[in-house]
């Protein structure tokens, strides 16, 4: 069984950072690939990074275009998610999610964690 445990969300304004944590644990986590994912009010659930433990390996979604970072720490067993040049439609509900190596769909995550809020103010 893994779980995962996000932090790290809040209230920014416009044009600011936050870096969100996801910290992994169970015997097999690192046999999963990490993902993050958002959902926004009214709206789908949308992946927005992925990366991998053993060789660091990354996706991101088209949208992010730059703004985000994925990356992780594996004497922390942590994934981060750095996030720059926020914007009002960044504004969603934030999880972390151990699956499949670099999936793109939420389907391909079977531990999800509670998710974390991310506000960002006009």
């Known amino acids: 069984q893994v779980q995962v445990v996000e932090s790290g969300g809040g209230l920014v304004q416009a044009g600011g950072s936050l870096r969100l944590s996801c910290a992994a644990s169970?015997?097999?986590?690192?046999?999963?690939?990490m993902g993050w994912f958002r959902q926004a009010p009214g709206k789908e659930r949308e992946f927005v990074a992925a990366?991998?433990?053993?060789?660091?390996?990354?996706a991101y979604a088209d949208w992010v275009k730059g703004r985000f970072t994925i990356s992780r720490d594996n004497a922390k067993n942590t994934v981060y998610l750095q996030m720059n040049s926020l914007k009002p439609d960044d504004t969603a509900v934030y999880y972390c999610a151990a699956g499949a190596d670099l999936g793109l769909r939420a389907s391909e995550y079977g531990q999800w964690g509670q998710g974390t809020q991310v506000t960002v103010s006009s």
């Open positions: 990366i991998t433990w053993s060789e660091g390996n990354t």
């Open positions: 169970g015997r097999t986590f690192r046999t999963y690939g």
